[in-house]
């Protein structure tokens, strides 16, 4: 299978905050990865799709980017309702896989 | 509004079986492929499987492959999830999605003794 490595595992961020997170896939998944945002209590929900691309209705502080084997999902200028876990998925290859998740919490 | 929402989930044995609904409104269900996805208590997300849109082909992942079976009534837009020989490990929320935007809420299955 595929191996998506997320990192950090965790992140102590504050309001107004630039956030980098990242995915490093164990092989060349071209750009067909997505990103989820999961809050407590809640299904995943669609960020970002084949790499780069925001879902309808996701706000603009959200980027994804990369391709092949490294991934990097950013928001600008943090907000409180972006605490939440996110993860990335691979879907190039069969069986798809996501990320272990990095968790963002308030400092 | 696409709506999917999964029932059935439970306390079942170690050995034992158990079958998922997930019913979907909202959207022409018959014209796509859909998947289950679980998430486990150590919160990690594993893709289980996927049928396609006539129930003529499904794809599992090697951990469940010849214990699990994926079907589908799209008559009654309704996905189903058998899942047979359960153990420890397949304790976690199950969910079922379609495309990469649309996943239900989610139903527990605890596998104990």
């Known amino acids: 299978n595929t191996v998506m490595t997320q990192s950090p595992t965790s992140m102590f961020i504050s309001v107004g905050d630039r956030v980098t997170m990242n995915c490093k896939a164990s092989q060349n998944v071209g750009t067909n990865v997505d990103w989820y945002q999961q809050k407590t209590g809640q299904s995943p929900k669609l960020l970002i799709y084949g790499a780069s691309n925001r879902y309808t209705g996701v706000p603009d502080r959200f980027t994804g980017s990369g391709s092949g084997t490294d991934f990097t999902l950013t928001i600008s200028n943090m907000q409180a309702e972006d605490l939440a876990v996110y993860y990335c998925?691979?879907?190039?290859?069969?069986?798809?896989?996501f990320g272990a998740g990095t968790k963002l919490e308030l400092k | 509004e696409v709506q999917l929402v999964e029932s059935g989930g439970s306390l079942v044995q170690p050995g034992g079986s158990l079958k998922l609904s997930c019913v979907a409104s909202g959207f022409t269900f018959s014209n796509y492929w859909m998947d289950w996805v679980r998430q486990t208590p150590g919160k990690s997300l594993e893709w289980i499987g996927e049928?396609?849109?006539?129930?003529?082909?499904?794809n599992y992942a090697p951990s469940i492959k010849d214990r699990f079976t994926i079907s589908r009534d799209n008559a009654k837009s309704t996905l189903y999830l058998q899942m047979s020989n359960v153990k420890s490990d397949d304790t976690a929320i199950y969910y079922c999605r379609t495309t990469a935007a649309y996943w239900g809420q989610g139903t527990l299955v605890t596998v104990s003794s």
């Open positions: 049928i396609n849109t006539d129930g003529s082909k499904t």
């Open positions: 998925l691979q879907y190039n290859y069969n069986p798809p896989t």
